[in-house]
């Protein structure tokens, strides 16, 4: 954690201009965020997702080992596709987790939603660790950290942990990212998680390929709830 006086001196060599307007102290400012459409409802993990009254899933999605999805907003919007793009490739803005995080604190404010911190604890979808040291960090778990220190939730990074390398999921059609995906999640020190309701993070949702198969760890090793915690969700 850096001091005060640390980030006063990083600002002054490293200023952050918004991405958007480019105006000067953080890389999306106050006016640019409260742009954005966040959304105030829930909705199904269905691919023509469905309203629902509160998050979780249709009877349709029953069989799914998560038990639901919590978004802040769509990928469509340009800006957040920018800024997670950003954010996942470009190591100088890391501190990007600052404003994406605060995208999913504003929407579960919004929708009303907060998390016991006896029962729930957040878990970031992992990387090799091959894959973090060339990136430096993992976004994921940045994203994790951020919403640790403001929903007040414990944060494990050393229980759900990846052991293969794939091919970017990006590259492949829905069946082939379930094929790529399996197998390559493994859980560790299973006794924190429990009987614990998971919530698991992630930039982006895209077929819930890879998040299924978390939950499939995670459950499989003693979780009580999975539930998906990203920024956006490409639909
Ligand atoms: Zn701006
Ligand atoms: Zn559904």
């Not at 953080?26 to 469905?50: A, E, R, V």
């Not at 080992?65 to 190591?91: E, M, R, T, W």
């Not at 990387?127 to 414990?154: C, D, H, M, Q, Y």
């Not at 895209?206 to 499989?220: D, I, N, P, Y």
Request: proline share 4%; with cysteine; aromatic share 8%.
């Amino acid at each position: 954690m850096r001091t005060n006086v640390e980030n006063f001196f990083l600002d002054l060599l490293f200023p952050k201009f918004c991405f958007r307007c480019k105006k000067e102290g953080s890389f999306l400012c106050q006016d640019c965020m409260s742009t954005l459409d966040i959304l105030n409802s829930s909705f199904c993990l269905c691919k023509n997702p469905q309203r629902l009254p509160q998050a979780g899933k249709c009877y349709r999605c029953q069989a799914k080992k998560l038990n639901g999805l919590y978004f802040a907003i769509s990928y469509k919007n340009n800006l957040v596709k920018n800024l997670i793009h950003q954010f996942k490739y470009d190591p100088y803005v890391k501190e990007l987790s600052v404003s994406l995080s605060s995208l999913i604190i504003t929407h579960l404010l919004t929708i009303q939603k907060s998390f016991d911190r006896d029962n729930s604890v957040l878990i970031p979808v992992p990387v090799t660790k091959k894959r973090k040291k060339l990136r430096g960090f993992n976004p994921s778990e940045e994203i994790a950290k951020e919403l640790a220190k403001n929903l007040n939730l414990p944060l494990l990074a050393d229980c759900l942990i990846k052991i293969k390398e794939t091919r970017p999921q990006m590259e492949l059609s829905a069946e082939e990212r379930m094929e790529n995906i399996k197998g390559v999640f493994a859980v560790e020190n299973a006794e924190k998680i429990k009987d614990k309701k998971i919530l698991l993070v992630d930039d982006v949702y895209t077929t819930g390929s890879t998040m299924e198969e978390c939950a499939g760890a995670l459950k499989g090793s003693g979780a009580f709830e999975v539930w998906g915690v990203v920024v956006a969700r490409e639909e």
